[in-house]
């Protein structure tokens, strides 16, 4: 992902110092609420960029069934606990047609191969983010069947 243009990354700047102020606001001499109101906050803009882990977990329960248990790449017995959720292009969410449930090595190997744009290095050659998102759905078919 191309990095913020200086113009851009003035402006989140000042949208981070505002938040600031109104937290500091908010809170006053109060460590407690602080430390309340900016993980809320936080959590709240995590929840933006990620979705909620409820859905999170209906996903992977969902790719959980649809590959068989199994890790999307190398086609193992994925563990029940720790099977990772692995965005084909970080910005376009986890959505079905943009993730594959991969087991530790392979989600490993897969965010390596990610490269600054968010799309995905096959080999020695960059594969277009908005080709790979676009082919997502042809390869959505389960291995072995
Ligand atoms: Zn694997």
Redesign the pocket.
């Known amino acids: 992902m191309a990095a913020l243009s200086e113009e851009d990354r003035a402006k989140a700047i000042g949208i981070l110092e505002r938040v600031r102020g109104e937290i500091d606001a908010v809170a006053g001499e109060d460590a407690e609420l602080r430390f309340q109101v900016r993980r809320y906050v936080l959590k709240r803009l995590e929840f933006d960029e990620r979705g909620t882990p409820t859905q999170r977990r209906k996903l992977k329960e969902q790719k959980w069934k649809f590959q068989k248990g199994r890790?999307?790449?190398?086609?193992?017995a994925?563990p029940k606990q720790g099977a990772e959720l692995h965005r084909l292009r970080a910005i376009d969410g986890y959505t079905e047609a943009n993730t594959q449930l991969?087991?530790?090595?392979?989600?490993a190997r897969a965010q390596a191969a990610t490269d600054q744009t968010g799309g995905l290095v096959v080999g020695q050659q960059r594969v277009a983010a908005t080709d790979h998102a676009a082919g997502a759905d042809s390869t959505l078919e389960p291995e072995g069947t």
């Open positions: 890790c999307w790449e190398c086609g193992e994925l991969l087991c530790w090595a392979c989600h």
